[in-house]
Each structure stands twice: as structure tokens, then as C-alpha cells.
């Protein structure tokens, strides 16, 4: 038995790594030479050999406020002291019906009812499931096609895998879900290539919908589900007026649009909801992540208030289950403690204002990295950058994924997917936390062939 500088017993640690499982990690390069973290707070994390690491990533696009934030801590060490758990079905406590009117008062005008899940994946699969009973309960039952786009991520539920649009994500599963077709991806950096913000081609890339519309029929189609901007696929930001195009053409036809904004709600763009950001209102939103600052798993889906109502409508005894839907852990009494704790701190500190007046200059000091070698594209929006490289001869993926490995040795945790450098700070980010990031990242990529 040996101890580590977190203070805690190691037992084998070769033991632990033969028997851990790790989920979308190269576990022979991880295991040959693990990277532990054994502490956070604010904007660092502490490795297990005592170095500090600048945290470039919000954990996982999750960590809005900082790590280690104290009112978190103990608003959740008190309601485990009060009430551990109640059964999510046919009851409840008071934070998880405080929760769902604090989002409510956030939300777009109409999204005004919250069903509560425990991540992003189960967010969505609980989004597209609500569309497709939504239809049936208003006399629609032929609407049961689901639209995901071309390199989306929907976390990795059955529904959301289906929708979603990565090969990788989807290769080995089988056939999926049918009835499912994906509009084209906005990405084209043959004319977008370094843009800040919005790009200004493409708009007309929404009516691919219409092609769809078209191929099978608009009665047959239930929802569209999106990213406002596609996260996990490299920070693909929609071209100005994208989503306001998708949402005529839903209108049109009768489509419900839901948006995933498993990353983009509670402050990424300096906004509550990329919906405010945009000006773009969905009929279902789904959430999870900033929810809770990532300290504790949950998610939520919210949606409009005649959604929900023609589920109430389907039985005038009022005794019958609605929505034969739901998770044992569904609204967890601590879960609500660590959400209304962080929404707390969202507000208290402005931290939404904060990112929106931090973004100018975060989007100037990415943007600085043009002209390094192997640097083919940047992107960007709010406090949400990538950095896209050019891809080695024969070995995709290989030159990112070592830029990863050296930024972490300088102290830098960044966050790759192929040959994307993906960038999205915490809210509570000061200039000279992006000037690190920016500095590392400079001295990385000039020194990787």
C-alpha cells in the first residue's frame, strides 16, 4: 500500500487500471502511461504528482462556475443529510418542483415544462420520445420519422445514436432506430474557413430539410433535433440565419424542432440558452451538463406548454399515467440541491454576463493561432473555440490527439475530437487564463510536425 499526494490509499493501482473499463478512451495509450487527476478548484485541477492543470475544457463542457465551488458542496452535503432519495414515481420533495419553476422562469417564452433525467444521452432519448407520443396523442400517429443532422452528437442512447451523425459514434451497433434520416452538415471551410462567429455562407443549407420533406412526406416526419451549434463534432457553428430557416420550414410542415443544448445552455454564449442567443425558440430543449456545474449527473428536457397539455387531454378521468416514461433517479433530491446551488451562483456572480464580455477577446487571442503550422481552420462563438488541423498522411487524428498529450505535460487540458482542437473555458475565465491557453497552445502546435 502506497499513498498518493491526494493523501488517500492507493491500492494497485495496476490493478485498477486492468479492471476499469474506460469510456471513448484509447485505454492502451491511457493505461501505458495514465493520466491521473486528484483534486480541482476554480479553474485548475491538481495532478496526482501535485502540478496544477488549467482547465480548457469546463471538465466537459460542464463546468460553468469553476471547480470545487463551496455552495455546491455543501448545499448538497445538507440535503443528503436531510432526505437522500424519494421515489420519482407517483411522488415528490419540494427542490425538484423548485427546480423546474426556477428553469421555467429562465427559459424562451412557452418552454415553461420541465421533465428531469440524469445526463445528456438520457435528455435526448427522453426528447425524441416526447415528440413521437406527442404525436400520436393529437391524432398524428403516421408522424413517426426523427431528422438528426449529418455529424451530430446526441449522446450515446439508442435515440441518440440514431439521430446522431458521427461514423465512429455509430459504427457496430447494429442498424439503429428506423425511420431516421439526417439532414447535410453546415461545415464547409472552403468558404468559411477562419470565421468569427456565425458564418455568413450557407443559410440556404437549412432547405435541405425540404429535400427531406420532399423524399418522405411531411405527415411522416415527427421532429428535427439539432445542436444550435455542433459541439463534440469541432465547435460547427451554424451560418447566420441557419436555425431561424430551420424553424420556418418546421412551422411549415408541422415538424416540431427540439434543441439539444446538452453544452450550450446555462451561460456558454454568454446567454442563458443558445435559443436566447440566436433568437430562435424550439418546441422540446434538452439540457444537462452546466446544470449542476457537473458536480452531480442530471439533465432535463424542457418543452412547450401544449406539448405537455395533449398528454393531460388523453385521459378526462385523471388518474391514468400520461407518459409511460421516466428513470428511478429522475429529479434526485440531491441533483436539485447541486442545480438550484449553481443556478445560485449563475446569477449572483453574472457569470452569463461575464462570458458575453470575456468572448471578444477570448475569439481575438484563438484567433491569433492563424498561420501555425498544420492549421487549417478556426471557429468560434461565444466561449467556444476549435482550432482544426491538418490531418498526417495516413494517420488521422494522430497530430491533434499529440497535442493533447504535450499541452497537458505544460499544464494546459484541452479537448480533441479528430484532428479538432476544441476550447470551451469556464465562465468564470480571466483574460490571463485564455492568454495560457493561447500561449501553450502556440508553443505546442510550432513544435508538432
Same mark, same amino acid.
Given at each position: 500500500?502506497?499513498?498518493?499526494?491526494?493523501? #488517500?490509499?492507493?491500492?494497485?493501482?495496476?490493478?485498477?487500471?486492468?479492471?476499469?473499463?474506460?469510456?471513448?478512451?484509447?485505454?492502451?495509450?491511457?493505461?501505458?502511461?495514465?493520466?491521473?487527476?486528484?483534486?480541482?478548484?476554480?479553474?485548475?485541477?491538481?495532478?496526482?504528482?501535485?502540478?496544477?492543470?488549467?482547465?480548457?475544457? !469546463?471538465?466537459?463542457?460542464?463546468?460553468?462556475?469553476?471547480?470545487?465551488?463551496?455552495?455546491?458542496?455543501?448545499?448538497?452535503?445538507?440535503?443528503?443529510?436531510?432526505?437522500?432519495?424519494?421515489?420519482?414515481?407517483?411522488?415528490?420533495?419540494?427542490?425538484?418542483?423548485?427546480?423546474?419553476?426556477?428553469?421555467?422562469?429562465?427559459?424562451?417564452?412557452?418552454?415553461?415544462?420541465?421533465?428531469?433525467?440524469?445526463?445528456?444521452?438520457?435528455?435526448?432519448?427522453?426528447?425524441?420520445?416526447?415528440?413521437?407520443?406527442?404525436?400520436?396523442?393529437?391524432?398524428?400517429?403516421?408522424?413517426?420519422?426523427?431528422?438528426?443532422?449529418?455529424?451530430?452528437?446526441?449522446?450515446?442512447? /439508442?435515440? *441518440?445514436?440514431?439521430?446522431?451523425?458521427?461514423?465512429?459514434?455509430?459504427?457496430?451497433?447494429?442498424?439503429?432506430?428506423?425511420?431516421?434520416?439526417?439532414?447535410?452538415?453546415?461545415?464547409?471551410?472552403?468558404?468559411?474557413?477562419?470565421?468569427? *462567429?456565425?458564418?455568413?455562407?450557407?443559410?440556404?443549407?437549412?432547405?435541405?430539410?425540404?429535400?427531406?420533406?420532399?423524399?418522405?412526406?411531411?405527415?411522416?416526419?415527427?421532429?428535427?433535433?439539432?445542436?444550435? /451549434?455542433?459541439? !463534440?463534432?469541432?465547435?460547427?457553428?451554424?451560418?447566420?440565419?441557419?436555425?431561424?430557416?430551420?424553424?420556418?420550414?418546421?412551422?411549415?410542415?408541422?415538424?416540431?424542432?427540439?434543441?439539444?443544448?446538452?453544452?450550450?445552455?446555462?451561460?456558454?454564449? #454568454?446567454?442563458?440558452?443558445?435559443?436566447?442567443?440566436?433568437?430562435?425558440?424550439?418546441?422540446?430543449?434538452?439540457?444537462?451538463?452546466?446544470?449542476?456545474?457537473?458536480?452531480?449527473?442530471?439533465?432535463?428536457?424542457?418543452?412547450?406548454? =401544449?406539448?405537455?397539455?395533449?398528454?393531460?387531454?388523453?385521459?378526462?378521468?385523471?388518474?391514468?399515467?400520461?407518459?409511460?416514461?421516466?428513470?428511478?433517479? !429522475?429529479?434526485?433530491?440531491?441533483?436539485?440541491?447541486?442545480?438550484?446551488?449553481?443556478?445560485?451562483?449563475?446569477?449572483?456572480?453574472?457569470?452569463? =454576463?461575464?462570458?458575453?464580455?470575456?468572448?471578444?477577446?477570448? =475569439?481575438?487571442?484563438?484567433?491569433?493561432?492563424?498561420?501555425?503550422?498544420?492549421?487549417?481552420?478556426?471557429?468560434?462563438?461565444?466561449?467556444?473555440?476549435?482550432?482544426?488541423? =491538418?490531418?498526417?498522411?495516413?494517420?488521422?487524428?494522430?497530430?491533434?490527439?499529440?497535442?493533447?498529450?504535450?499541452?497537458?505535460?505544460?499544464?494546459?487540458?484541452?479537448?480533441?475530437?479528430?484532428?479538432?482542437?476544441?476550447?470551451?473555458?469556464?465562465?468564470?475565465?480571466?483574460?490571463?487564463?485564455?492568454?495560457?491557453?493561447?500561449?501553450?497552445?502556440?508553443?505546442?502546435?510550432?513544435?508538432?510536425?
Amino acid at each position: 500500500m502506497t499513498r498518493r499526494s491526494d493523501g #488517500g490509499a492507493a491500492a494497485d493501482i495496476a490493478a485498477g487500471l486492468e479492471c476499469y473499463w474506460m469510456p471513448f478512451t484509447a485505454s492502451r495509450q491511457f493505461k501505458s502511461a495514465p493520466r491521473i487527476l486528484v483534486g480541482a478548484q476554480g479553474m485548475h485541477y491538481v495532478r496526482d504528482d501535485g502540478a496544477r492543470v488549467l482547465d480548457a475544457t !469546463s471538465g466537459m463542457w460542464c463546468v460553468m462556475a469553476g471547480h470545487g465551488r463551496a455552495e455546491i458542496a455543501q448545499a448538497v452535503g445538507a440535503q443528503l443529510a436531510r432526505l437522500d432519495y424519494v421515489p420519482a414515481f407517483q411522488m415528490g420533495h419540494p427542490g425538484v418542483f423548485d427546480l423546474a419553476a426556477r428553469l421555467a422562469s429562465m427559459l424562451p417564452e412557452g418552454l415553461d415544462r420541465v421533465f428531469f433525467t440524469n445526463s445528456g444521452s438520457e435528455s435526448v432519448d427522453t426528447a425524441l420520445k416526447i415528440a413521437l407520443a406527442y404525436q400520436q396523442a393529437r391524432g398524428q400517429a403516421q408522424r413517426f420519422r426523427l431528422i438528426g443532422r449529418e455529424r451530430a452528437y446526441h449522446g450515446v442512447g /439508442f435515440g *441518440g445514436l440514431s439521430v446522431g451523425g458521427i461514423a465512429n459514434n455509430r459504427r457496430g451497433f447494429g442498424p439503429l432506430l428506423p425511420g431516421v434520416d439526417h439532414l447535410r452538415h453546415t461545415h464547409d471551410p472552403a468558404r468559411n474557413a477562419f470565421s468569427r *462567429g456565425e458564418p455568413e455562407w450557407g443559410a440556404h443549407l437549412a432547405d435541405d430539410l425540404e429535400r427531406i420533406v420532399a423524399l418522405h412526406g411531411a405527415s411522416t416526419i415527427a421532429a428535427l433535433i439539432v445542436e444550435p /451549434f455542433a459541439g !463534440s463534432a469541432g465547435v460547427l457553428v451554424p451560418p447566420k440565419g441557419y436555425l431561424r430557416r430551420l424553424r420556418e420550414i418546421c412551422d411549415r410542415h408541422g415538424i416540431l424542432l427540439v434543441f439539444d443544448e446538452v453544452i450550450t445552455a446555462f451561460g456558454r454564449l #454568454g446567454t442563458a440558452f443558445a435559443a436566447d442567443y440566436f433568437g430562435v425558440t424550439p418546441d422540446i430543449m434538452t439540457m444537462a451538463k452546466g446544470i449542476t456545474n457537473g458536480s452531480v449527473p442530471m439533465g432535463a428536457v424542457a418543452v412547450r406548454r =401544449e406539448i405537455h397539455d395533449a398528454f393531460l387531454a388523453t385521459d378526462a378521468s385523471g388518474t391514468t399515467i400520461e407518459f409511460f416514461h421516466g428513470y428511478t433517479y !429522475s429529479g434526485h433530491p440531491v441533483a436539485c440541491a447541486a442545480a438550484l446551488a449553481a443556478l445560485d451562483i449563475y446569477r449572483d456572480e453574472g457569470l452569463f =454576463e461575464r462570458a458575453r464580455a470575456l468572448a471578444p477577446y477570448f =475569439e481575438d487571442a484563438v484567433h491569433s493561432l492563424e498561420g501555425l503550422p498544420a492549421v487549417i481552420d478556426i471557429r468560434n462563438i461565444g466561449l467556444a473555440a476549435a482550432v482544426e488541423l =491538418e490531418p498526417r498522411k495516413d494517420r488521422p487524428f494522430e497530430r491533434a490527439f499529440e497535442a493533447y498529450l504535450r499541452c497537458f505535460e505544460a499544464g494546459v487540458l484541452i479537448r480533441v475530437t479528430g484532428d479538432t482542437i476544441a476550447l470551451s473555458p469556464p465562465l468564470v475565465a480571466g483574460r490571463e487564463h485564455v492568454d495560457e491557453i493561447v500561449d501553450v497552445l502556440k508553443k505546442t502546435l510550432k513544435n508538432i510536425n
